[in-house]
């Protein structure tokens, strides 16, 4: 059985990799990276979501690597929004989860209308490259995943840079923080995902540092 589980998950990553090379080469200036994530950042970056909390929203799910992942850690099919511009990999995304909701859209232009029936949202994954993004796109993104997500909910965002894509002024504009919660040097190439959350509110007397 094992052994079995081993040989689909190949044959899947394989699978993958054909579809995000073709897309990449169809697409280059939506792609932000050479080879679809691996299963080790797929399971880092959607470590920390909890199934029975809320929906999720994954931004730029690509081929499926991350859904995956949510799917292995409990989260229902109908409970997730995928959220992808591509027109190489939205079909095939509506092939492989036909119970979610997708969204062919580009996540900088979202209306408040296109997820007005989402719900309760606990997690936003995202695999967008937000570094090759123009900051007014990234502002644009950040702050309508914050628009959906509950008081305790958490962007996870994952990047091959040495800080967090997420530049500071936007975090500050916006009220939020940005945390590691975890590096892994089995992705090609090597990745670290943030967890950006929304900042405790100042009690009365205390000033902003």
Same mark, same amino acid.
């Given at each position: 059985m094992r052994q079995t589980a081993m040989v689909?998950?190949? *044959?899947?990553?394989?699978?993958?990799?054909?579809?995000?090379?073709h897309a990449g080469l169809a697409r280059p200036?939506?792609?932000?990276?050479l080879l679809p994530s691996g299963a080790a950042l797929a399971r880092l970056i959607t470590s920390e979501v909890a199934p029975l909390r809320g929906g999720v929203i994954e931004l730029g799910p690509g081929t499926g690597v991350f859904t995956r992942a949510l799917l292995d850690r409990g989260v229902r099919e109908q409970d997730l929004t995928l959220i992808e511009a591509n027109d190489h990999f939205a079909? *095939? *995304?509506?092939?492989?989860?036909?119970?979610?909701r997708l969204l062919q859209r580009d996540a900088a232009r979202l209306a408040a209308s296109?997820? *007005?029936?989402v719900g309760p949202v606990c997690a936003v994954i995202?695999?967008?490259p937000l570094l090759s993004m123009p900051l007014r796109r990234v502002f644009a993104i950040v702050a309508t995943a914050f628009g959906q997500l509950d008081a305790g909910g958490a962007l996870y965002q994952f990047t091959y840079g040495r800080r967090c894509p997420i530049p500071r002024p936007i975090l500050d504009r916006l009220g939020l923080k940005a945390v590691v919660l975890g590096r892994?040097?089995?992705?090609?190439?090597?990745?670290?995902?943030?967890?950006?959350s929304r900042r405790a509110p100042l009690r009365a007397g205390t000033r902003a540092s």
């Open positions: 689909s998950g190949a *044959l899947q990553g394989i699978a993958d990799a054909m579809s995000f090379i200036r939506q792609i932000g990276a079909p *095939l *995304l509506r092939r492989s989860f036909p119970g979610a296109d997820l *007005l029936d995202s695999g967008l892994t040097v089995r992705n090609i190439p090597p990745a670290t995902v943030y967890r950006i």
